[in-house]
Nanobody
Framework: QVQLVESGGGLVQAGGSLRLSCAAS????????MGWFRQAPGKEREFVAAINWNGAGTNYADSVKGRFTVSRDNAKTTVYLQMNSLKPEDTAVYYC?????????????????WGQGTQVTVSS
């Protein structure tokens, strides 16, 4: 069982930066690939970024590639999402999730554990 708590969301102007954190409880954190997803009002939840169990592999949605960076610290059981050059279209609730496997997936159904989400709002 993994419990996830996101933090770091807020209001930022376009072009600004935010760093999201996701703190995990449970002794199996390092066995799970981790993902970040987001959901804007009236839209489906979409994949943002993912990182494999040891941090050696990452994957990004095309819309955030080159602007966002996912990382993890297994000793601290925490995963991060550094978001730079933010745009108004990045406005959404951001969720972190723990994959049932150690390797990267972009699909929500392979993630068994989810945080409560943190709001990111980018003003123009």
């Amino acid at each position: 069982q993994v419990q996830l708590v996101e933090s770091g969301g807020g209001l930022v102007q376009a072009g600004g930066s935010l760093r999201l954190s996701c703190a995990a409880s449970g002794r199996t954190f390092s066995r799970h690939a981790m993902g970040w997803f987001r959901q804007a009002p009236g839209k489906e939840r979409e994949f943002v970024a993912a990182i494999n169990w040891n941090g050696a592999g990452t994957n990004y949605a095309d819309s955030v590639k080159g602007r966002f960076t996912v990382s993890r610290d297994n000793a601290k059981t925490t995963v991060y999402l550094q978001m730079n050059s933010l745009k108004p279209e990045d406005t959404a609730v951001y969720y972190c999730a723990a994959n049932r496997n150690a390797y990267i997936s972009r699909t929500t159904y392979e993630y068994d554990y989810w945080g409560q989400g943190t709001q990111v709002t980018v003003s123009s």
